[in-house]
């Protein structure tokens, strides 16, 4: 069993950044692929990046590649998505999801979810 909480969220101006933590539960957590989903209001739950247990494989949606970057530190139970450039379409709850056996992708969710939380952009 592990319980996700995720932190960081806010309010900022267009092209900003914002660093959103995902802390865990749990001794295993560190064998845990974890992904962040976003959910802006009127719109289905999407993907936005994930990280493999050990950190060897990031993957990313196009539409944050190069402006979103996905860490973790085992040693802290935490995953981590540091977010710059953001733009007004990056409003969203942002979600911590974790699998032992998948990486989250924007095919694959995983079993455990945050609660999310809220990053607002302005323009």
């Known amino acids: 069993q592990v319980q996700l909480v995720e932190s960081g969220g806010g309010v900022v101006q267009a092209g900003g950044s914002l660093k959103l933590s995902c802390a865990a539960s749990?001794?295993?957590?560190?064998?845990?692929?974890v992904g962040w989903f976003r959910q802006a209001p009127g719109k289905e739950r999407e993907f936005v990046a994930a990280?493999?247990?050990?950190?060897?494989?990031?993957d990313y949606a196009d539409s944050v590649k190069a402006r979103f970057a996905i860490s973790r530190d085992n040693a802290k139970n935490t995953v981590y998505l540091q977010m710059n450039s953001l733009k007004p379409e990056d409003t969203a709850v942002y979600y911590c999801?974790?699998?032992?056996?998948?990486?989250?992708?924007?095919?694959?969710?995983?079993?455990?979810w945050g609660q999310g939380t809220q990053v607002t952009v302005s323009s």
């Open positions: 999801n974790a699998d032992r056996l998948l990486i989250p992708s924007s095919t694959d969710r995983g079993e455990y």
């Open positions: 749990g001794r295993t957590f560190s064998y845990y692929g």
């Open positions: 990280i493999t247990w050990n950190g060897g494989v990031i």
